[in-house]
């Protein structure tokens, strides 16, 4: 009694110290594997020989990790190599440490497990047929499986799988699973049955459970126990899996993925912004061949203009620069002179409608285009011109209801615009379209 009572006050001081450092462990971790992400980034500049711009590489991180998943992993194998979680297989064996870590999993089993007998949990955990995979915090238990193995079939079945609620959403369940998968494929088994209840089926699909079950039936008919309102689950054991390294697995998946694509594309060079940009009061046009990285993508200038300009009494003609900007002014001075166009000539003032700038990111009106018309310089080509218009429209249908008259002015004034840009472009080639 004097040995027991010292073991439980014992584990309970260890209890205490191990919950009291998880937080700063986690945290201590998390910071770790954050820090080895940064280091490992490699980002290296390449010359482009044609422009002389900066090319920035950005490199997967070699050796590091990706994703939550391998997080956690990379967690929990720290506490492990640390000596702070163990994975132990276990069974009624009748030494005292394993019958009080079976007696502490059957206790987790029924509380985490509500549906089922608890005299049936115990009848299976301290059944010496069964085995256990414990997971240990100090001398703790805070989870485990239960299965029984059938040898000569190949394959076992797992009765119990559960974690104590304080411990959940932590991974351990994975973990657990994975650990479980190596030790039963060092003891010849191939395949894993399993009977899962609806809140089950997820977990177990996670783990690389299937409803399909192609194990040989004759191998485990008669040998497993069926339950009503169960789903019998599936999940062989592959020897070329490393179910416990699967972080390093997922590592080599995506550098080779990743090396696949720099093969075939230039996705992973990076080009810096474009300085004209940076000073507003400079409206300088930038030519698109001027664009770093346009050409390495495959552009290549239109050798022909994809549509002619019918000016009245002159006919088809190019859409020079001068005549383009001519056919924008008359085009949009019968807009601004349409019955329709008032809701939209000036901005939209924030005093009368507070919200409209919060729902309308890109704002557009009339007398901002007739400004860039007027600078010769923003409107390149036609198809900006009608896009800033098709913009301002569609703007309106958004933010207003279908019913107001400003959207009814919008669908009276965009088929007006339609008209007059389809009358006035002639496509040159048949096959092409002008969509405005």
């Known amino acids: 009694a004097d040995e027991d009572g010292a073991y439980k006050r014992k584990r309970a001081e260890e209890t205490e110290e191990n919950e009291a450092g998880d937080a700063f462990r986690e945290k201590r971790l998390n910071l770790e594997v954050e820090k080895q992400e940064n280091d490992n980034k490699e980002t290296k500049q390449e010359k482009d020989g044609r422009n002389g711009t900066q090319m920035e590489t950005i490199s997967v991180p070699k050796g590091g990790l990706v994703g939550s998943y391998a997080q956690r992993e990379a967690w929990l194998r720290k506490q492990e190599e640390q000596g702070e979680l163990r994975f132990v297989v276990i069974q009624n064996d009748k030494t005292m440490q394993n019958m009080k870590w079976l007696v502490g999993l059957k206790g987790i089993f029924s509380r985490q497990l ?22 240990l915090k100090g001398m703790k238990v ?23 609620s304080q411990e959940q959403v932590r ?24 009977y899962a209840d609806n809140n089950a089926v997820g977990y177990f699909a996670k783990q690389g459970f299937t409803k399909e079950i192609y194990f040989e039936r004759e191998k485990w008919v008669g040998y497993i126990k069926d339950y009503d309102g169960g789903t019998l689950m599936e999940c062989a054991l592959r020897n070329s899996l490393f179910f416990s390294d699967f972080p390093e697995i997922i590592r080599r ?21 474009l300085a004209c940009f940076k000073d507003p009061t400079i409206k300088k046009p930038i030519k698109i061949e001027d664009i770093p990285g346009v050409k390495e993508a495959g552009w290549v200038p239109e050798t022909s203009p994809r549509y002619l300009l019918l000016l009245p009494g ?6 020079t620069k001068d005549k383009l900007h001519n056919f924008m002014r008359v085009v949009y001075k019968a807009i601004i002179e349409h019955e329709d ?25 009339l007398t901002l285009i007739g400004t860039r018309i007027s600078s010769e310089e923003y409107y390149i080509n036609l198809e900006m011109f009608a896009a ?29 615009f339609e008209h007059k840009i389809n009358s006035s472009v002639s496509i040159d080639d048949p096959g092409q379209e002008m969509r405005v």
């Not at 002159?314 to 859409?319: E, F, I, M």
């Not at 249908?397 to 007006?416: D, M, Q």
């Open 341 to 365: 166009a008032w809701p939209f000539i000036e901005p939209v003032r924030k005093e009368e409608v507070p919200d409209y700038y919060e729902i309308i990111k890109d704002p557009i009106h």
């Open 114 to 135: 509500p549906n089922m007998p608890k005299e049936y949990i115990v009848r299976l955990v301290l059944d010496r047929g069964h085995k256990s995979l414990v997971i």
């Open 171 to 194: 991974g351990y369940g994975t973990r657990l699973m994975n650990k479980l998968k190596e030790y039963c494929k060092s003891e010849g088994l191939t395949h894993f049955l399993t």
């Open 314 to 319: 002159v006919g088809p003609v190019l859409p």
């Open 388 to 416: 800033d218009l098709k913009r301002m429209f569609n703007n309106c249908r958004i933010y207003n209801s279908p019913e107001t008259p400003y959207v009814k002015c919008a669908n009276r004034l965009e088929a007006f």
């Open 253 to 273: 998946q995506r550098e080779a993925v990743d090396g696949k694509v720099r093969e075939m594309s230039n996705s992973h060079v990076v080009l810096p912004g």
């Open 142 to 164: 805070i989870g485990g499986i239960t299965y029984r193995p059938f040898y000569k079939q190949n394959f076992g079945e797992i009765a119990f799988c559960a974690v104590t």
